[in-house]
């Protein structure tokens, strides 16, 4: 076992948080509408802006899922087409939310392991007559581990279809994989907190372009909480529309500091070798990276099959050396295993694990 008082976890997401940040969501309650509360939105939000690497945009927090902001993209941005490069679950469960609100979601379909290419994008905008509103993509698939090239994409939506808006579900990539907003001409990346954050779930974080903005004003029935026109002149006034998750605010309010403190450029790199060390383990020990392309793995999370007995035996010397992590997702349960190699893991952890999983020589 390790000389933690519980499992440590290499799932992908939640992930494990730090003792400090534990300890400040365990401070006493104040008021969500006191002046220390509306000083630390405002004074999050700047800091949000720098995470995303947006500047120039805007970035905002709520008291929701990341499926939240998938639905509010699609209600605020989209009133009848939106592109959706699928290529696991996730990037599904948009097209699903799409459909569910109404709209006509068009789908551009690539193997589960495998992504939707720029060149592929570009090819499909110049063939379709009448534009999209909105081009929605999944940064780092965490169904299978696989992240997609958004600057390249962004680049082809910008050439093809300029009025398009490019919208990202960053939530197992911003704070681990290189995501910059305002260079790639993002209009919407989201991410909660209990990803690449490092913290528990309970916040969706996003930034949010000014012609998005733009868009959502001319949207009707786009709902209340989730009114994204509405936010730059809600949280300049630190009042979010909802109560907040005050003491999650607090720890993120820290954690952001933290994060700036070893810069996005050193937590990307982190996340990198542990990529490299992951998939250097694997390969070593005969287990197949579920994504076959290297440059498509996503640095937060990944997938490496294995089956019956073997699956199982990863499982269990995980569990009983202390650490937790994951089977594959819906229909790789039963062939895959992932780990989760997110947040503020040390190299030299994630190591701890891999040698405690390691199946025993024959």
């Known amino acids: 076992m390790t000389d933690r008082d519980h499992p440590i976890l290499f799932i992908p997401g939640p992930v494990e948080v730090d003792a400090e940040l534990r300890e400040i969501m365990a401070m006493p309650l104040v008021g969500h509408r006191s002046a220390a509360v509306q000083d630390l939105t405002i004074r999050v939000c700047a800091k949000l802006r720098e995470f995303y690497c947006a500047p120039s945009q805007h970035a905002f927090f709520e008291n929701a899922p990341g499926t939240a902001l998938m639905e509010a993209a699609i209600r605020n941005l989209v009133v009848r087409r939106s592109l959706h490069l699928v290529a696991g679950a996730f990037a599904e469960r948009w097209v699903e939310v799409a459909r569910s609100c109404g709209r006509q979601p068009v789908a551009i379909q ?166 490299s060390h992951t998939i250097a383990w694997a390969e070593a020990n005969g287990f197949e990276p579920f994504v076959a392309i290297a440059g498509e793995r996503s640095p937060t999370v990944s997938t490496l099959r294995a089956s019956g007995a073997r699956l199982d035996g990863v499982i269990d010397r995980a569990k009983a050396a202390g650490f937790t992590v994951g089977k594959g997702y819906g229909s790789l349960k039963s062939e895959c295993f992932r780990i989760g190699h997110m947040g503020d893991h040390p190299v030299e952890r994630l190591d701890a694990l891999l040698a405690a999983i390691t199946p025993p020589a024959p």
């Open 110 to 275: 690539a193997p589960w392991g495998t992504t939707v290419t720029a060149d592929e994008v570009r090819a499909h905008l110049r063939a379709v007559r009448e534009p999209y509103e909105a081009v929605c993509v999944t940064h780092s698939e965490t169904s299978t581990g696989a992240l997609h090239d958004i600057a390249g994409i962004a680049r082809a939506v910008r050439d093809e279809s300029p009025g398009t808006l490019v919208l990202v579900d960053a939530v197992t990539s911003v704070g681990g994989a290189e995501l910059r907003f305002d260079a790639w001409g993002i209009d919407l990346a989201f991410a909660g907190t209990q990803k690449c954050l490092a913290l528990p779930p309970g916040l969706v974080t996003f930034a949010i372009s000014q012609r998005a903005l733009h868009k959502a004003a001319t949207v009707e029935g786009r709902g209340f909480l989730l009114d994204l026109a509405a936010c730059p002149e809600r949280f300049a006034a630190g009042k979010p529309p909802a109560t907040p998750c005050v003491p999650l605010v607090f720890a993120l309010d820290r954690q952001l500091d933290r994060i700036a403190t070893e810069t996005l450029e050193a937590r990307w790199a982190r996340h990198r070798a542990m990529r």
